[in-house]
């Protein structure tokens, strides 16, 4: 440690289990020794006197207890009913949707205004992304309190650290914006077109989201595992590992590079594979930004994706929280690479056991 470091502070990195190279190594999480954590000093002050940037950040944090050690949990993490998170996702989603479809009834068609103009349709989405954003966190902080979280009893979740604090808040920003803009642009959104079941989203959405979601987990894997790999990549993606205890918000802490290929090129890649509508882009970014939220949150229960989960649980390929949340805490040695599900680490043997969420 450097004499310049306090003891608030922390490298995030594991005191044993380093290998000769340097490399962290694949271990159980039980063996696991946590040097102290970064500074985080913007959570002490009361809420007046935070910056811009920390009110904002303000929004991510859980209550106290998911911030202090805990004694170990004797039981099993609980079942999540997964049929009331897709209730929830459907009276998350479809409102926005509902008030465009709404509009474009009332409105008759001979008025200037019947029609949405893309500015128009890219600035009320983003703002209906901003709010579904809004409320996940809110739905998912309200989890991690009820719950607890994966591995409390040997630490608890990290706090945005202070130096990233403008750097996640302008991320996120960026993040609702590009993924707004660019559905509406690879969806050929068409300002005559309102949202329709069986017109602009097919009967068959769920199953349509599903494959490009298990599509773009194909892109998302290959970068993934890349920038685990060779080192020289690896700093492209260190920064989203400056967390082993994640909270929801943090999913979208990344460097310049990593927002570029995660925001951008792989959502394309995976839309040359599976083509959906301006609308089904909107759920399917919509369900991503929950998945994403939902694998950071830690929330220690058995909680899988909602859309896809049960179909690839047969084959242990689906994805739970506990998932990503071990890929967090095994840091640069990896495993787990896969966002959406566990197909490809199936595939490729590069899964982890579950330490706490044993298969159901
Ligand atoms: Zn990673
Ligand atoms: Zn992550």
Redesign the pocket.
């Given at each position: 440690m450097s004499p310049a470091m306090t003891t608030t502070e922390v490298t995030y990195e594991k005191l044993t289990n380093i290998a000769d190279n340097g490399d962290l190594q694949h271990v159980p999480s039980s063996t696991i020794n946590y040097k102290l954590r970064a500074t985080a000093n913007w959570v002490k002050k009361p809420f007046k006197q935070r910056s811009f940037w920390e009110r904002l950040a303000t929004l991510d944090l859980a209550s106290d207890k998911c911030y202090v050690v805990q004694p170990q949990n004797p039981n099993p993490p609980p079942n999540l009913n997964v049929w009331r998170e897709r209730l929830w996702l459907v009276i998350t989603i479809a409102p926005a949707l509902l008030i465009q479809a709404l509009w474009y009834y009332i409105i008759p068609e001979t008025s200037y205004f019947h029609t949405w103009h893309p500015i128009f349709a890219f600035v009320f989405y983003h703002l209906a992304f901003v709010a579904f954003t809004i409320r996940l966190i809110k739905h998912l902080t309200y989890y991690m309190d009820v719950y607890g979280t994966f591995d409390e009893h040997n630490r608890p979740r990290d706090y945005v650290p202070d130096k990233y604090v403008p750097r996640l808040i302008i991320s996120v920003l960026i993040y609702t914006l590009a993924r707004t803009g660019g559905g509406l642009i690879l969806g050929g959104y068409n300002r005559h077109a309102p949202p329709s079941l069986g017109h602009t989203i097919s009967w068959l959405f769920p199953v349509k989201i599903g494959l490009w979601l298990i599509s773009l987990d194909f892109f998302f894997y290959s970068y993934?595992r890349a920038?685990?790999t060779f080192p020289f990549l690896w700093k492209y993606?260190s920064k989203?590992?400056s967390t082993k205890h994640p909270t929801p918000l943090q999913s979208i802490l990344a460097d310049d590079i990593q927002e570029i290929i995660e925001i951008f090129l792989i959502p394309l890649l995976a839309s040359l594979a599976m083509p959906l509508s301006a609308h089904e882009f909107w759920i399917a970014q919509c369900i991503l930004m929950y998945i994403e939220g939902m694998g950071h949150s830690g929330v220690r229960a058995f909680w899988t994706h909602p859309l896809i989960g049960e179909v690839l649980r047969p084959f242990g390929m689906d994805l739970t929280i506990e998932d990503h949340d071990l890929?967090h805490r095994y840091g640069k040695s990896?495993q787990n690479?896969g966002k959406q599900t566990r197909i490809f680490d199936r595939i490729f043997n590069t899964i982890s056991e579950r330490v706490e969420g044993m298969e159901k």
């Open positions: 993934h920038v685990h993606h989203h590992h890929h990896g690479y």
